[in-house]
């Protein structure tokens, strides 16, 4: 089965949506599926075809710039419409929200399409221009979630919240996200006492928290918590609008020695220090988080995770109370402190809920069982709709 997925980015570019794309098309390979790949140019350097193994192949289509999120490729209609012709794919698979995905819409109607809802797209009400352009691309996303044959949606709370969903519960399938945990760097002893030194003393409990520094990952929250945190680090990886902010935040707080700010990792870097960390914390405050690929991560290497228990939202289900970590609720910097206080002072919890974080990641989010499930889809997805 040859299936044309159109992405926002490939790995190596960062995210959650990237990398789970990168996995999933190895997956599918073994579950005798042929993917090519049409994605964005994340990097100059980066080149045009990729021939990852020989049934995956990515293309990368040049961007100009990005406005509101959305990355500007004028020509990706015609680099669709020639992937068509050349693979000749028997369905597409379409992951969203993704503007270029739209361009489907006015080529090869007959082809079943797949659309994987990663998340809604959602902005808080001072982003006035990013909800006025929204609100001219929803429409056309409508358009495109009426003619797919099938959707599918990465948790049941997810996809009994969204708005933009509720009009086709018919066709949606929930198959949550996951990882293979054997492709993941797997740091020596050395490595990660190296790297805990760097950014903690011997007697301090190491926090980290990674994602792209946006209004949604309340990592201002994260930073507030830290004035009321002892012996504890906080190191945050990534980068993105809100860096500057958080960063004055902490010089305003006086908490330097504190909290590092560490930018963008390497993945083996920050595979590391996922091995390194006694609590990771993803305090997201909006369902833009619609799952939190990087708490698998954080589960693979036993870190017990402290995340916000978002309506509409995976993280709770994903990450859960006192079994895999601590559940807060969001936007609570009091509860959130108390959380962090907590598993620091309680070393027996903090090392029984990391152990039955990775337990939980290995019996329900693996990317070989995401693939049975969505190669199984896909042929159904073939026959006509009843």
Known sequence: MRVLHIGKYFPPAPGGMESYLGELVSALEKEGVTSYVLAHRWDSSEPAVTQISANVTVERVPTYGQICYVPVAPAFVFYLMRAIRKFKPHCIHIHMPNASGLWKILTSLSLPIVIHWHADTTFPPEKKLHNTLYAFYRPFENILLRKARSIIATSEKYAQYSQSLSAYQHKCHIIPLGINPNMLPTPSNTEIESLRKTYCNNDETLIISVGRFSYYKGFHNLVEAMKQVQNGRLVIVGDGEEFNNISQQIETYRLESKITLAGRLSIQELHTLFAAADIFCLPSIE????????????????????????????????????????????DNVSDLTNAINSLIHDTTLRAELGENANKRLLANFQISTTAKQIAELYKNSLLPPS
């Open 287 to 330: 369902r833009t988080e619609a799952f939190g690929m990087v708490l698998l991560e954080a589960m693979h290497h036993s870190t017990p995770c402290i995340s916000t228990d978002l309506k509409g939202s995976a993280t709770g289900w994903v990450n859960e109370h006192m079994n895999s970590g601590l559940v807060v609720p969001p």
